[in-house]
């Protein structure tokens, strides 16, 4: 069993920058994947960006169209913590923030019907 934990949601004006924690306790294996998701209001669950780790190891990342080259995804392997640093927010960037874990790689495309471990979420509000 995987339980996760995010925090670091606000609210921040648009041009602002907030990091999201996701802090992992029990079960490991050698090969996963850890990823951000969002479900804005009104709309459903999407991927924001996902890390495949290979036993400590990033060994590869994916981005959504949407954030790349504004958000960033990483990890601290002594806090057992996933980072999403989010630079840049819109307005549109608004949603309920989730962490998620599996075991086994992501590709470049992933749903959250794929992912068993889920955090609660974190709301993060962008103002124009």
């Known amino acids: 069993q995987v339980q996760l934990v995010e925090s670091g949601g606000g609210s921040v004006q648009a041009g602002g920058s907030l990091r999201l924690s996701c802090e992992a306790s029990?079960?490991?294996?050698?090969?996963?994947?850890m990823a951000w998701f969002r479900q804005p209001p009104g709309k459903e669950r999407e991927a924001v960006a996902a890390m495949n780790i290979y036993q400590t190891k990033n060994v590869g990342t994916t981005y959504a169209d949407s954030v790349k080259g504004r958000f960033t995804i990483s990890k601290d392997n002594a806090k057992n913590t996933l980072y999403l640093q989010m630079n840049n927010l819109r307005p549109e960037d608004t949603a309920v923030y989730y962490c998620?874990?599996?075991?086994?790689?992501?590709?470049?495309?992933?749903?959250?019907?794929?992912?068993?471990?889920w955090g609660r979420g974190t709301q993060i509000t962008v103002s124009s």
């Open positions: 029990g079960s490991t294996y050698n090969s996963f994947c």
């Open positions: 998620a874990a599996r075991f086994r790689y992501c590709s470049n495309e992933y749903l959250p019907t794929d992912f068993p471990h």
